[in-house]
């Protein structure tokens, strides 16, 4: 750990400090500054003078330049309406300390479950690493619950208003019960592994943490693609033919280490496109094509999107993307270490670490015999650190740009760069993504540069490659 950090971590555990009035404040203020952030692209939006940029003349009709801009307008207005919501019920649970409330309501619901199986938890309790899984669960499924209405809206009244749902509600439910059952089943373990951590290393978790996180992170590349994601989507073998070989050929060419082609339905949801690949680095890897990009793409356009993702693996982005999450992590939980422990933080949202007596509850209050609930910590925490979160933003946006630039280029070196341009165009018509985007929106919300940013370089190195030869 850090030397200074001990020093830091003597002064913030200061019961004058008003910690409730600061989060809450840091959260009006992230809600105005995204809310600042969307209008701006709103006002972009309703523009009527804005025309089809010179670059995409000829490759879009009025109709789709017009009806991506009204998808624009419809998504910010639910946008807004729904950070409102989370910010009113962020400072509602902050505000009347709520979170006590659900720590008390988890314990029981804790302790009557495990007291089937061993009859002595009914009488000791729930230690706190147990307790904080039930906290965990129990409050994501009921802020689900109260998310319900919003899910609901956002696709079968948005996105159907668009044409992009494709979802049957019996299929919805389904999806969501298979979440719920998939949260409680992954991340009840990884939670339990954490909170044994915390428990055993108070002083010295950090390095014990993430160790564990890089484990999970290559448990999680070997059994998304080839557990989980099965369980909502098909997944078909590419059938024998010219995507097929063209595929092939093109790996076989650029040495990367194809294991199998899949079709994944998705379809079955929406009809936005997409393409990637799965797989640890340096191992054979899945590439997966989405049915409608088949569908909507033509067979060299396909090609030209998949070696755009290649070109994403002989970069070595996936490994710089894995060590700069690695790094990021490793900031977030040093600056955690100096909180951890903050008896007045615990204090100011109605949990005590002093008790004699173990853990009881009194009112509101919940006192704790010297032991801090990692989760209840770390939750408060998240929220103290919404202005560094929107500073990472920024620069994880710049990062993958660059990425994404580098990868457009490689697959233009190719001799797809024509074919990439056209791919993009169609997939951003598809998509009714926004023709026109605000910059500092576009530097905030995307992680990919704008299809003019990308048609602009494509064409650019294009030219560059025709004067080389």
């Given at each position: 750990m850090l030397n200074f950090l001990p020093s830091i971590a003597s002064c913030l555990d200061n019961e004058h400090i008003p910690w409730k009035n600061i989060l809450i404040g840091f959260s009006v203020a992230q809600f105005v500054f995204d809310s600042y952030v969307s209008y701006r692209q709103y006002r972009v939006l309703k523009d009527k003078t804005k025309k089809i940029p010179p670059i995409l003349k000829g490759k879009i009709d009025e109709e789709k330049f017009a009806k991506?801009?009204?998808?624009?307008?419809?998504?910010?207005?639910?946008?807004?309406?729904?950070?409102?919501?989370?910010?009113?019920?962020?400072?509602?649970?902050?505000?009347?300390?709520?979170?006590?409330?659900?720590?008390?309501?988890?314990?029981?619901?804790?302790?009557?479950?495990?007291?089937?199986?061993?009859?002595a938890i009914s009488v000791s309790g729930l230690g706190i690493v147990t307790q904080s899984v039930f906290y965990f669960n129990l409050s994501t499924f009921a802020f689900s619950l109260l998310n319900l209405p919003f899910d609901y809206y956002s696709h079968f009244v948005l996105e159907e208003a668009f044409g992009f749902n494709k979802l049957t509600t019996k299929l919805w439910v389904t999806d969501l019960v298979k979440s719920n059952v998939l949260q409680v089943v992954l991340m009840s373990p990884i939670l339990y592994a954490v909170g044994k951590i915390f428990d055993k290393f108070t002083d010295n978790f950090i390095y014990y943490i993430m160790g564990f996180i890089a484990i999970l992170q290559v448990l999680m590349i070997l059994l998304v693609p080839t557990v989980i994601l099965p369980l909502f989507n098909k997944f078909t073998p590419l059938e024998d033919g010219e995507l097929k070989t063209k595929i092939e050929d093109l790996a076989r060419k650029l040495k990367f280490p194809l294991d199998k082609i899949f079709v994944v339905d998705g379809s079955k949801r929406s009809s936005h496109s997409?393409?990637?690949?799965?797989?640890?680095?340096?191992?054979?890897?899945?590439?997966?094509?989405?049915?409608?990009l088949i569908e909507q793409s033509s067979v060299d356009e396909v090609v030209a999107v998949l070696g755009?993702?290649?070109?994403?693996?002989?970069?070595?982005?996936?490994?710089?993307?894995?060590?700069?999450?690695?790094?990021?992590?490793?900031?977030?939980?040093?600056?955690?270490?100096?909180?951890?422990?903050?008896?007045?933080?615990?204090?100011?949202?109605?949990?005590?670490?002093?008790?004699?007596?173990?853990?009881?509850?009194?009112?509101?209050?919940?006192?704790?015999?010297?032991k801090f609930p990692y989760l209840i910590g770390f939750s408060i925490f998240g929220e103290l650190l919404k202005p560094m979160d929107c500073l990472v933003q920024f620069i994880m946006n710049l990062f993958i740009r660059h990425n994404e630039y580098e990868a457009d280029a490689f697959a233009t070196k190719l001799g797809y760069g024509k074919e990439l341009s056209q791919a993009l165009i169609t997939l951003q018509v598809a998509?009714?993504?926004?023709?026109?985007?605000?910059?500092?929106?576009?530097?905030?919300?995307?992680?990919h540069p704008t299809l003019i940013e990308r048609l602009d370089a494509i064409e650019a190195e294009i030219?560059?490659?025709?004067?080389?030869?």
């Open positions: 991506s801009d009204e998808y624009g307008i419809a998504k910010s207005k639910f946008g807004f309406v729904d950070n409102l919501f989370s910010l009113i019920l962020n400072i509602v649970v902050l505000k009347y300390d709520l979170q006590p409330y659900i720590w008390n309501l988890s314990g029981k619901i804790g302790t009557k479950l495990i007291s089937y199986f061993r009859p997409n393409a990637y690949f799965t797989g640890l680095p340096f191992f054979k890897q899945r590439i997966v094509i989405f049915d409608t755009h993702e290649i070109g994403h693996w002989k970069k070595n982005h996936i490994i710089q993307l894995l060590l700069v999450g690695q790094f990021h992590i490793s900031v977030i939980f040093t600056l955690f270490s100096a909180v951890y422990q903050n008896k007045s933080l615990y204090k100011s949202f109605g949990f005590n670490i002093e008790s004699a007596t173990g853990q009881k509850s009194v009112g509101k209050k919940v006192f704790l015999n010297n998509n009714l993504s926004s023709m026109h985007v605000d910059p500092l929106y576009s530097s905030y919300h995307y992680n030219v560059k490659l025709e004067k080389k030869n």
